[in-house]
């Protein structure tokens, strides 16, 4: 009886605490809590950034209509957001929630797809060292061009060594800092 009055008397604050101790999911396997925690933890960043990113690059794009105030910095910026100049405030809005969530999905996936080989590379290995971490960065790397629109070999191949050079470096500073 004394555990259901426990439930009754937590707060929000004692929630929010909770969360930092476990996973926010539980699908009854680690792989999956970590793969599902990371998704959804890298997309609302994403989405954050790319919304973010937008709003700047329009700030400036408005500033520089007045010669005085801020030099043109958007020459060689391109929006990532082209068609959010739509015909009234429905279509651009459409075409940035569409845009921000295509955005969020790829950084959720990157983060979830590096979270989760990382932790099967050291399930499958016994220890957790750099050459996972090379391993699920250029598999993350390799996935992620893929989801470019127009992604050639090159790219792919950029996209693995970059991958795995960044996630090798974060392993082997994270003992460092």
């Keep these: 009886m004394s555990s259901n009055s426990n439930l009754?008397?937590?707060?929000?604050?004692?929630?929010?605490r909770s969360l930092e101790k476990g996973w926010?999911?539980?699908?009854?396997h680690p792989l999956l809590n970590r793969i599902a925690e990371s998704f959804v933890?890298?997309?609302?960043?994403?989405?954050?950034?790319?919304?973010?990113?937008?709003?700047y690059l329009t700030a400036v794009e408005g500033a520089s209509a007045d010669?005085?105030?801020?030099?043109d910095m958007t020459s060689s910026k391109k929006h990532r957001f082209p068609d959010l100049r739509g015909e009234n405030c429905t279509k651009s809005l459409e075409a940035m929630v569409k845009s921000t969530g295509k955005e969020a999905f790829q950084w959720g996936m990157a983060a979830g797809m590096y979270s989760g080989l990382?932790?099967?590379l050291r399930e499958a290995r016994g220890s957790h060292d750099w050459k996972n971490s090379?391993?699920?960065?250029?598999?993350?790397?390799?996935?992620?061009a893929l989801t470019?629109?127009?992604t050639s070999h090159e790219q792919i191949v950029q996209f693995a060594i970059t991958g795995a050079?960044?996630?090798?470096?974060?392993?082997l500073l994270s003992g460092i800092f």
């Design 134 to 144: 090379a391993v699920a960065g250029a598999i993350t790397g390799a996935a992620f």
């Design 41 to 55: 933890k890298a997309a609302g960043i994403g989405a954050i950034q790319a919304v973010s990113r937008e709003g």
């Design 8 to 16: 009754e008397t937590r707060t929000l604050l004692d929630e929010i």
């Design 67 to 71: 010669p005085g105030a801020i030099p």
């Design 118 to 120: 990382t932790y099967g």
């Design 165 to 171: 050079a960044l996630s090798t470096a974060a392993n």
């Design 148 to 150: 470019s629109d127009d």
């Design 24 to 28: 926010l999911f539980d699908f009854g």
